[in-house]
């Protein structure tokens, strides 16, 4: 998001069906900021899909979105869209999620609903474009202009860096969540071998992810 927020012609919305989730889907895990999130936004699917649709923007719409977040909802109107799946080595991103919130599920997490998303864009005939994160923090430039070309669009210099500290298109959620890319000014490699390892309680949930 942080790197397509550099493009010049492009308007970034950041999570934009949270609260729909915190509503109507999750009703277990408590989110930091739950309250704020509800209030920051619609939990109406139908209307944030609405309300996106009516964006005044000048030629390009980023929408970053959790696949959590999309759960139980018809995928139909991503026909329409450039869609890109970005997964990220389980063994990391519980590592990270728990950090914020205690004891994670797989629904927390969203490996099982990018898996079943990915099937049903196959069988909706909808293309879209995988990446794992790891691969696209070793080499940002190479990725990013496939991710470009896969949306028919311009690579720009400009992705691959940004100035320290937030953006205004930040959700209300962001100073639980995005310490790490608040600190950054660009891709960062993660170096494998600094890997703190998983607390045992996690085994089972990092077999399932």
Known sequence: MYSFAQRDETKVVDEPFYAYYLNNVNLNTLH??????????????IEVLQELNALNIKELLFIKNMTHHLDGQNIDFAKNWCNIILTRSPKRSIASFSKVI??????????KLQYELA???KKNKIEFYLIQSEYLL??????????CAFSKIKFSKKMLSWPKGGIIEDGIWAKYWYENVHNSTGFMEHNSQEETPLPVKYNSLYKEA
Do not use: A, R, V, W
Request: charged share 30%; hydrophobic share 25%; net charge positive.
């Open 32 to 45: 930091p900021g739950k309250k704020e999130i509800l209030n920051s936004q619609s939990s109406n699917f």
């Open 102 to 111: 205690k004891n994670p599920t797989l629904q927390d997490l969203g490996y």
């Open 119 to 121: 099937k049903d864009f």
């Open 138 to 147: 070793m080499n940002p430039e190479k990725h990013l202009e496939k991710i």
